[in-house]
């Protein structure tokens, strides 16, 4: 909107350089395409492990598909968290680009999908499909936003990007616990990556980010109807750390609710030529 544009700059600006990590709402995404997803990731956890086991990602070529329980470690720490994680969909024979370096053509290639398990989970490869479009698009447009807030053209990073972004879209669901129980976190401490994560949680919270100053953990509490947006250590080398890239981890709860979250890490053109500096 030009109208709030400036507003929603300066608000950003000061968020990045605070702490990394602002929320937005308003974002032209609907409360029914997000419910959906949510809804769906949530109908495909709930599946057998047998059934979710047939997407396992050791089966995939280019690191898609589904981790079990218990075989990720975050900083360290072994996450108490399933996962399910899907790329851009392409065909590696056609989508192949010379320009693209040899150590990222097993980036490039289809996610595996439901087979059997199609009937239990309807609608899954569309709904995914089509989030992922949608969130490309809006993390097009904050790519867009960051440059603006540093005073650039709003067009700077667009051939970082091109037509061609790398993105990840994980699912993540990490069960309740007891009281009682030892394992007291669900994700280790860490600084994405990248350039830029867009984050749908559902309400049952656990995820909290680090003050770069002092140090504190603090809460971010789920608000309905926004997504969470997070800088990665790419865009906090680039501006030499003017804008943070916040450490953040998820504490495992004992609501007796599971919390489910869908990140979505969206990055470069794998032939895009990065500077160290902006």
């Given at each position: 909107n030009p109208e709030t544009r400036p507003k929603f700059l300066q608000e950003m600006r000061h968020?990045?350089?605070?702490?990394?990590?602002?929320?937005?709402?308003?974002?032209?995404?609907?409360?029914?395409?997000?419910?959906?997803?949510?809804?769906?990731?949530?109908?495909?956890?709930?599946?057998?492990?047998?059934?979710?086991?047939?997407?396992l990602i050791v089966n995939s070529r280019h690191f898609r598909g589904y981790k079990v329980m218990g075989e990720e470690f975050t900083n360290n720490q072994l996450d108490h968290r399933e996962q399910l994680q899907f790329?851009?969909?392409?065909?590696?024979?056609?989508?192949?680009?010379?320009?693209?370096?040899?150590?990222?053509?097993?980036?490039q290639g289809p996610n595996q999908w439901p087979t059997s398990t199609l009937a239990l989970v309807p609608r899954f490869q569309p709904c995914i499909l089509d989030f992922m479009r949608?969130?490309?698009?809006?993390?097009?447009?904050?790519?867009?936003?960051?440059?603006?807030?540093?005073?650039?053209?709003?067009?700077?990073?667009?051939?970082?990007?091109?037509?061609?972004?790398?993105?990840?879209?994980?699912?993540?669901?990490?069960?309740?616990?007891?009281?009682s129980a030892n394992a007291t976190i669900g994700c280790g401490a860490h600084k994405d990556t990248g350039f830029l994560t867009v984050l749908l949680q559902d309400m049952v919270g656990?995820?909290?980010?680090?003050?770069?100053?002092?140090?504190?953990?603090?809460?971010?509490?789920?608000?309905?109807?926004?997504?969470?947006?997070?800088?990665?250590?790419a865009i906090?080398?680039?501006?030499?750390?003017l804008y943070h890239a916040t450490v953040h981890r998820v504490?495992?709860?004992?609501?007796?609710?599971?919390?489910?979250?869908?990140?979505f890490f969206f990055d470069p053109s794998l032939d895009a030529q990065i500077p160290s500096k902006i």
């Open positions: 968020s990045l350089m605070e702490i990394g990590t602002f929320y937005i709402k308003d974002h032209g995404i609907s409360i029914e395409v997000t419910t959906d997803a949510m809804k769906t990731v949530q109908e495909y956890f709930a599946l057998p492990l047998e059934e979710k086991k047939k997407m790329g851009p969909e392409q065909d590696p024979i056609t989508t192949f680009q010379p320009s693209i370096s040899p150590d990222f053509h097993g980036l949608q969130l490309e698009q809006l993390s097009q447009q904050l790519m867009e936003a960051v440059a603006l807030s540093l005073g650039l053209s709003g067009s700077y990073f667009r051939d970082l990007f091109g037509k061609t972004p790398y993105y990840r879209l994980k699912c993540a669901r990490y069960p309740s616990v007891k009281k656990g995820l909290q980010g680090q003050d770069p100053k002092t140090g504190q953990w603090m809460e971010t509490r789920p608000i309905p109807e926004t997504f969470i947006v997070t800088m990665g250590e906090e080398k680039l501006t030499g750390g504490l495992n709860n004992t609501s007796g609710q599971d919390r489910y979250s869908i990140p």
